[in-house]
């Protein structure tokens, strides 16, 4: 059998459509982000819409923005969305805030997908973790391994920019799409995670794309100051003089009193 070489990406999503195939159905965690929509485009390409399902998990640390992206880029590809509302946000041990939050949004998403798709008949709940997410602390992993949700991009090696790459190559939307972690990372550790606070994150980052803000963003709550990270040359943009009080006044139209731009860049 031929093994995927090191540059082998069209193999490697061979490997992944075999692994597809397998299965015969398969529900996907789905968020809209490059990696979700990525593989809900390969089993609809191998399995049919019929045994591709895609369900979202909806909550206060899920982007409105995302969610109607999320939406558009399903229809476009012809993939059947479901969406079931999640509840982490009432459970004390998410809203605490600690390093591993992640485990106790995910065990509640999976708790509710794990079962539909056994009375839906489906044989296998797949998430977007690729290759690369096995590197560092990721928490939310340990919760679906709980769960038995099986991580096929990561299985068969797929990494970031492979993904972005074969995205490109069939032509999906989401190729370049900023990568965009939940809401709720944008609280430091520790910081209690509420509704009212995820809001004004969300109004924020929303005001600062309204401006013309490009690539990677993220607006870091701490209190009553956001801590904005931008790319390096967006960086450059927006500390300009002529742009510095737009951006500022946009993040302060979201309900913060003052604005600090992180120089380091991403």
Known sequence: MHHAGPDDSTGRERVLAAWLAERGSVLVGYSGGVDST?????????????????VIGRSASYPESQWASARDVAARIGLTVREIATDEMSDPRYAANTSNRCYFCKTELWSRLVPLARELGIAAVVDGTNADDLTGHRPGMAAAR??????PLAVVGLGKQEIRALSAARGLPTWDQPSSPCLSSRLPTGTEVTPLRLARVEAAERAARAIGVQGDLRVRYHGDTARVELTEPEVERWRSA?????????????????????LRGF
């Open 38 to 54: 990525y593989l809900a485009a390969v089993a609809l390409d191998v399995l049919g819409a019929g045994s591709t399902l895609a």
């Open 146 to 151: 709980e769960w038995g949700v099986e991580s």
């Open 242 to 262: 002529t742009h510095r009080s737009e951006l500022h006044d946009a993040i302060v139209s979201a309900g913060f009193a003052s604005v600090e731009l992180d």
